[in-house]
């Protein structure tokens, strides 16, 4: 954002302790009064600076959200789609090993929960139970 977290919540750029200790241009032009007015009119621009912040840190943000809403494909599902599941690792046979199958089905969608949610039947007609969740969903193709 082009400001140090110091500066956004002290003011001033901060003074490391070598240039306490070692005599450097910015400790030997040090002038009292000059310091109190500089310290004032630094803090009248704080507020300011913590703006410009956050304006570029929206910005940024902007920017990274269209980057991501652009590779995002949207899905759905409506009741009466055929849809596969993922199968996880509990419901995995272990003699299979890494070869077991990743998607189980397909089922029917019953009902559109909304939010992603679904609530999916066996194809005979047997409900599932639970709800699932659309990231763990996938069209089914015939």
């Not at 954002?1 to 306490?20: D, R």
């Not at 943000?61 to 899905?75: C, D, L, S, T, W």
């Amino acid at each position: 954002m082009g400001e140090t977290p110091f500066k956004l919540v002290y003011g001033s750029e901060a003074l490391i302790h070598v240039e306490v200790g070692v005599p450097t241009l910015r400790t030997e032009l040090y002038n009292d009064q000059h310091n109190i007015n500089a310290r004032n009119a630094e803090l009248d621009l704080t507020e300011e600076d913590r703006e410009i912040a956050t304006v570029k840190q929206r910005a940024k943000k902007e920017i990274a959200e269209r980057k991501h809403n652009a590779r995002v494909v949207p899905r759905t599902f409506t009741e009466g789609d055929l849809v596969l599941r993922r199968t996880d690792e509990a419901r995995r046979p272990p003699s299979h090993g890494k070869l077991a199958a990743n998607w189980e089905g397909p089922f029917r969608v019953v009902k559109v929960l909304g939010m992603g949610a679904y609530q999916l039947q066996a194809l005979q007609g047997n409900p599932i139970p639970g709800n699932w969740n659309i990231s763990s969903l996938k069209m089914y193709r015939s």
